[in-house]
């Protein structure tokens, strides 16, 4: 592993990168830890945003967060001054989304989550059904009571399928850390006896549909996040050249507690726009 201390505009480009043609390289960027933290933007992540875009280098944001449609998270980023559209959006909404409709198509759903993931749902077809679902699928969900997790547990005992979008146990907020989707998750399957199947990172299935949308092979595809569990374990898996940022959960001293590593660890996106500005592209 390469570790970079600080800003050096002069370290090489790291891993096999330079093996692969310039026109058939891409990112997949975790948000919330590496883009910024709660509502506040991460210096240097907009200027690296802006060259990927400028150099029509393919990108998508990558997010274990099912709350916000894609035009929420536009609209999020647009007003923290990152200018994208909703094709380099993927969250683990749609990844769930998308697998539910290939494995029972026009199927329905109990849904514990918000607006983000029912969008999501009904985009691909899937109906709410609080009855007899096919299955019950977990996201993040501000309005989380008791009532709502026992009738999930009864339908989960009568049949229906347990479903997370991700099994992230906490989620990050500007006032600290609240219960994320896996606190959920845990909570109904130590109830039912259930193990829930997760289709966020660091699934391969989500994944490989992100490396899908961005149209590129195995080895042309760098994952960057914050967490090594999710990003740099789901990249390294697939065979992803991988780059931790430590300016989100990990601190480098977190990283002797881990038996697998990323080929880059960083201070920040702003430690990585020298490589960017560095890629030759059709459109440079």
Do not use: W
Request: include cysteine; charge should be negative.
């Amino acid at each position: 592993m390469e570790l970079i201390k600080g800003d050096n505009s002069n370290h090489k480009i790291a891993g096999d990168l330079n093996s692969v043609s310039s026109n058939n390289r891409g990112y997949l960027i975790d948000m919330d830890g590496v883009i910024y933290r709660g509502s506040k933007l991460i210096p240097g992540s907009d200027l690296f945003i802006q060259i990927l875009l400028e150099k029509g280098i393919p990108f998508l944001f990558l997010t274990n967060n099912s709350q916000r449609s894609r035009c929420d998270v536009v609209l999020k980023l647009a007003h923290m001054g990152i200018d994208v559209e909703i094709k380099h959006i993927f969250t683990c909404a749609i990844s769930t989304a998308r697998f539910l409709a290939s494995q029972k198509p026009n199927g329905s759903a109990y849904v514990i989550g918000d607006a983000g993931l029912l969008t999501a749902l009904h985009d691909h077809g899937y109906a709410i059904d609080e009855t007899n679902p096919d299955y019950v699928v977990i996201g993040e969900g501000r309005l989380l009571n008791f009532e709502v997790l026992e009738k999930a547990l009864k339908l989960i005992i009568n049949g229906s399928k347990l479903i997370a979008t991700n099994l992230d146990p906490n989620c990050p907020t500007d006032s600290g850390l609240r219960p994320g989707c896996g606190s959920t998750v845990s909570f109904l399957e130590t109830a039912s006896g259930r193990k829930a199947f997760s289709v966020g990172k660091p699934s391969p299935i989500m994944m490989r549909m992100a490396r899908k949308e961005l149209d590129l092979r195995t080895a042309g595809v760098t994952m960057i996040g914050d967490t090594m569990e999710t990003d740099i374990l789901g990249g390294l898996q697939m065979g992803y050249r991988t780059i931790l940022v430590f300016s989100g959960s990990t601190d480098p001293l977190d990283l002797e507690k881990y038996p697998y590593q990323p080929i880059l660890a960083i201070p920040s996106l702003k430690d990585l726009i020298h490589e960017v500005e560095n890629l030759q592209t059709n459109l440079a």
